[in-house]
């Protein structure tokens, strides 16, 4: 699959992966670990194991931003699998899993150090279809007043992380690392190479979800990028530019393999 050259990294660190196997693990930088006081999580569904991870090796405190996982939600949960055991239809044990997450969610969302903020991450002046504006929150919002520096971010929103690129550029210095998933991307790569042209954290990973399409000249849609601060890195080496890296990353869907990235 086909990605321009600028999303090529032209430079490297030591990354470790976080998060569970396939789809929800991210490379991060190492020493991010040991740099952060916190990690903001945009974006979560039915899945923590990246914060969790997270934590487990940083001690970090994590907040995370969902505002569609709520009562609601776990309850069409609930009914939907409860139906599918009762049925003893096919992926019973996926069925029986699923059930039981709500109560992993509880477990481990415990108000104090790991708190999940049941908010919507996009700019606090925009107005979204059936959202209250007071369950709109931007970076903005989030540090105002606050002294929340060395922060990790991981962005995975659906669509509105170009809406809050400039506020990540505005809180750069805070940064201890950032993942972000970048979705529909082969309409906005002129936003995407603004962005890493204007941000002080250089890319040093990418991978291709490849839960997204590839477009009709052959370029992935949905993409996951990894930026590191400067003081972490060291330049490439020219023979260091195979990706997916094999002992990093993993494919998001795991009945379809990774395919090499060509960069052109």
């Known amino acids: 699959m086909k990605l321009p050259n600028f999303l090529l990294p032209k430079f490297r660190c030591e990354l470790i992966r976080l998060g569970q196997k396939n789809d929800g693990g991210y490379a991060i930088p190492k020493k991010s670990l040991e740099n952060s006081k916190f990690v903001f999580g945009f974006g979560l569904s039915d899945d923590w194991s990246f914060e969790n991870d997270f934590k487990k090796l940083s001690g970090a405190k994590v907040i995370c931003y969902d505002l569609s996982v709520n009562g609601k939600y776990w309850l069409i949960r609930f009914c939907k699998d409860l139906i599918n055991m009762f049925l003893l239809r096919k992926g019973i044990l996926g069925s029986f899993k699923r059930f039981i997450t709500y109560f992993g969610y509880k477990f481990f969302f415990d108000g104090k150090d790991k708190i999940h903020e049941r908010k919507i991450i996009a700019p606090t002046e925009q107005r979204i279809h059936g959202v209250n504006q007071s369950d709109i929150t931007d970076l903005n919002q989030i540090l105002s007043g606050k002294d929340n520096f060395n922060f990790f971010l991981k962005v995975d929103i659906e669509k509105h992380e170009y809406r809050i690129l400039e506020q990540i550029i505005k809180y750069q210095e805070r940064l201890t690392g950032l993942v972000i998933e970048f979705h529909d991307c ?79």
């Open 186 to 264: 082969d309409f906005h790569f002129e936003k995407i190479k603004s962005f890493i042209g204007q941000f002080k954290l250089q890319l040093v990973h990418i991978h291709v979800n490849n839960y997204g399409d590839i477009n009709a000249s052959g370029f992935a849609t949905v993409i996951e990028l990894t930026f590191s601060p400067q003081s972490y890195n060291a330049v490439r080496e020219k023979n260091d530019n195979k990706f997916p890296v094999i002992r990093l990353d993993q494919p998001n869907n795991k009945n379809r393999k990774d395919e090499p990235i060509i960069f052109e």
